[in-house]
């Protein structure tokens, strides 16, 4: 499955777990996943099968710590997705 289909399936649970608001920009959403992608290379697979409270966790995680000053972005303090891959 694409890296861009992956995102809207996280997007849409998202939205119907209510943690993210129909009215948000979904392109920048997108953009806050794909840095979170290169940086941590999420097993998004795995979280998409995730239990609600962690997959709350990342996407929330993701969302509340990138800084957005750079596409990609790299920086998101000391959060770490637990559905973070391997960085080889």
Same mark, same amino acid.
């Given at each position: 499955?694409?890296?861009?289909?992956?995102?809207?399936?996280?997007?849409?649970?998202?939205?119907?777990?209510?943690?993210?608001?129909?009215?948000?920009?979904?392109?920048?959403?997108?953009?806050?996943?794909?840095?979170?992608?290169?940086?941590? %290379?999420?097993?998004? /697979?795995?979280?998409?099968?995730? &239990?609600?409270?962690? $997959? @709350?966790?990342?996407?929330? #995680?993701? =969302?509340? %710590?990138?800084?957005? /000053?750079?596409?990609?972005?790299? &920086?998101?303090?000391? $959060? @770490?997705?637990?559905?973070? #891959?391997? =960085?080889?």
């Amino acid at each position: 499955m694409s890296h861009t289909k992956q995102y809207e399936l996280i997007i849409e649970r998202a939205k119907d777990m209510r943690i993210i608001q129909m009215e948000e920009d979904l392109l920048s959403i997108m953009m806050d996943l794909e840095s979170a992608d290169e940086t941590f %290379h999420v097993r998004w /697979d795995d979280l998409l099968a995730a &239990d609600d409270f962690n $997959f @709350v966790h990342d996407v929330c #995680g993701i =969302r509340n %710590h990138i800084v957005r /000053d750079n596409f990609p972005s790299h &920086d998101f303090g000391y $959060f @770490v997705p637990r559905f973070a #891959g391997d =960085r080889t």
